[in-house]
């Protein structure tokens, strides 16, 4: 393994350098001046590809039998940041819905698999607090990772700059009414004693236009939307993924320690200071937004202690008030220890999906959501993740996030519905989130 320090270069500007290229993983620490957005990735390359067609099934088998063939033979060497290379893509939502044995209604979304994994031994790493650049690379047959380097060096010394974003008009699925509707069947469901919580969300579709650039929009999203576990993944010509998360999902050391950090509860951010202030102690004080959270961060405890060593897992922080671009939102902080001989695809098969995207109990909520939503989610409300070569992972919920594919583009918003939950301000809290999505289109 090669890893050596490169002259400093903004990830957004390495991320135009290469943007050209097949198969790009982006995962871009964007917001600025955040303790939670510190080192960025620019993964280019892959020596292999996993991708997983709808209906596939169980996708941890496969996921776990293509890294065992992968995995270096000899120790690998230390490096400055924890992602040494290893695998990085997607696992969509219906996947969490099918590992559950719950059967879907909804045809999968034409053209996108329901997993896509690219296992990449070239990687630039972003240390944002210390303003310094690695790259880490593996030496492959005929390709070793000092030639890979001094080409990549070379792309990074050019100029380059990104295609602007192409406008989109983006459709809603369903009238506010709609929405408002469905708030109230899940509603009735709560009522009923079904379930607590069901995260609802709608989806916007726009026809993919002739000289749509995925990069460009990312760009465009990232400017309005800066977020701290944003990113974009180029599955082919046609399919990329474009994030602008604010939620981690699981993060794992390579010792075993394990962190996440569900999201329930949102406000808006204010026009001034002082506004802003007092929007968020009146998100803290709620009652409703509390509970919200208090329900979700003991499913991922439930979650986590399935596979976490006895009397490891603990909640840290609850209900914490924490900003970002766009919105205010509450949360928490539970972490554990995996139990020995247990790796992080037995931690993905405890967990996922997220329990903030579903609700609690999660396989009730699953099965109301399926019944209550009119099409497939896809990749979003499923995770994109980096799976290292030395066990460690990192890992986003996939929320604030558009689809592209061959025909046409997706972006969905939602939230957790209550018993508490009023249907109109539902209505307004997805459009809150859904609203950098859709202008992002449209610069």
Request: proline share 6%; with cysteine.
């Given at each position: 393994m090669l890893v050596t320090e490169l002259p400093w270069r903004a990830p957004l500007d390495s991320f135009a350098a290469c943007a050209g290229e097949p198969y790009v993983a982006f995962l871009d620490s964007a917001a600025t001046n955040d303790p939670r957005a510190s080192i960025s990735y620019l993964c280019l390359d892959p020596v292999s590809i996993l991708s997983l067609p709808a209906g596939s099934g169980d996708p941890f088998i496969p996921l776990a039998a293509w890294l065992d063939r992968h995995r270096p033979a000899r120790p690998l060497a230390?490096?400055?940041?924890?992602?040494?290379?290893?695998?990085?893509?997607?696992?969509?939502?219906?996947?969490?819905?099918?590992?559950?044995?719950?059967?879907?209604?909804?045809?999968?979304?034409?053209?996108?698999?329901?997993?896509?994994?690219?296992?990449?031994?070239?990687?630039?790493g972003f240390d944002h607090r210390s303003r310094r650049l690695w790259f880490i690379g593996h030496d492959?047959?005929?390709?070793?990772?000092?030639?890979?380097?001094?080409?990549?060096?070379?792309?990074?010394?050019?100029p380059a700059k990104l295609p602007p974003a192409v406008a989109l008009d983006w459709q809603p699925?369903?009238?506010?009414?709609?929405?408002?509707?469905?708030?109230?069947?899940?509603?009735?469901?709560i009522g009923a004693g079904d379930i607590f919580q069901a995260n609802l969300t709608h989806r916007f579709r726009a026809r993919r236009p002739a000289q749509f650039s995925a990069a460009g929009l990312y760009a465009a999203l990232r400017r309005r939307s800066p977020a701290p576990f944003a990113s974009f993944l180029s599955c082919d010509d046609d399919v990329a993924i474009i994030s602008a998360?604010?939620?981690?999902?699981?993060?794992?050391?390579?010792?075993g320690r394990v962190e996440t950090r569900p999201i329930k509860g949102t406000i808006r951010r204010g026009a001034t200071p002082d506004e802003d202030e007092a929007?968020?102690?009146?998100?803290?004080?709620?009652?409703?937004?509390?509970?919200?959270?208090?329900?979700?961060?003991?499913l991922m405890r439930n979650d986590l202690g399935r596979v976490c060593a006895t009397g490891s897992v603990k909640v840290t922080s609850l209900c914490a008030l924490e900003r970002f671009a766009s919105a205010q939102h509450l949360v928490s902080v539970v972490e554990g220890r995996l139990k020995p001989g247990l790796?992080?695809?037995?931690?993905?098969?405890?967990?996922?999906?997220?329990?903030?995207?579903?609700?609690?109990?999660?396989?009730?909520?699953?099965?109301?959501?399926?019944?209550?939503?009119?099409?497939?989610?896809?990749?979003?409300?499923?995770?994109?993740?980096?799976?290292?070569?030395?066990?460690?992972?990192?890992?986003?919920?996939?929320?604030?996030?558009?689809?592209?594919?061959?025909?046409?583009?997706?972006?969905?918003?939602?939230?957790?519905i209550v018993w508490d939950s009023d249907p109109a301000a539902e209505y307004a809290e997805m459009r809150l989130k859904a609203a950098p999505l859709l202008a992002a289109g449209n610069e």
């Open positions: 230390t490096a400055p940041l924890p992602f040494i290379g290893g695998a990085v893509g997607f696992l969509s939502y219906e996947l969490g819905v099918a590992a559950a044995g719950i059967a879907t209604r909804h045809p999968r979304m034409a053209g996108l698999p329901d997993a896509w994994f690219g296992l990449y031994d070239t990687v630039l492959r047959p005929g390709a070793p990772a000092a030639q890979r380097l001094a080409a990549l060096a070379a792309r990074l010394a050019r699925e369903w009238t506010e009414a709609g929405y408002r509707a469905r708030v109230e069947q899940v509603r009735a469901y998360s604010p939620e981690a999902f699981l993060s794992l050391a390579p010792d929007l968020g102690q009146e998100l803290s004080r709620s009652p409703k937004d509390r509970a919200e959270n208090l329900m979700i961060a003991d790796g992080a695809i037995d931690l993905l098969r405890a967990s996922f999906p997220a329990g903030s995207i579903t609700g609690a109990p999660k396989y009730r909520a699953m099965q109301i959501i399926d019944e209550i939503e009119t099409a497939a989610r896809g990749a979003y409300c499923g995770t994109l993740a980096w799976l290292g070569f030395d066990g460690a992972m990192g890992s986003s919920v996939m929320i604030r996030s558009i689809v592209a594919t061959k025909e046409a583009l997706f972006a969905q918003a939602g939230g957790g």
